[in-house]
């Protein structure tokens, strides 16, 4: 028995690199600042009030979680995205 399989063109997907340099640090700042600190708060009351240690890993897992969330929806919003090699890596040639 013979099985043909149809060919598929598989297109490399873009890399896309943050160009910090070029961002709006301070607003950047401004979004981080206001997110992170609820959960500054958060962690400051559950350390805090820690009765029972066996809760804790699912805790910083949590925060870790929402950390890294805010952090990458704040790039998202204010740090421009270039392909890579969109700029030239050097200007005289």
């Not at 997907?13 to 070029?22: I, N, S, T, V």
């Not at 925060?63 to 890579?84: C, F, M, S, W």
Request: hydrophobic share 40%.
């Amino acid at each position: 028995m013979i099985i043909r399989v149809a060919q598929v063109a598989f297109c490399k997907p873009a890399q896309l690199q943050l160009r910090w340099d070029k961002c709006d640090g301070v607003l950047y700042y401004e979004y981080t600042g206001r997110l992170l600190m609820p959960l500054l708060v958060e962690v400051e009351r559950t350390l805090s009030s820690a009765n029972d240690y066996n809760d804790l890993p699912v805790f910083i897992d949590h925060i870790y979680d929402e950390t890294i969330q805010i952090l990458v929806n704040g790039a998202n919003k204010y740090v421009p995205r270039y392909h890579k090699n969109f700029l030239k890596f050097w200007w005289n040639e």
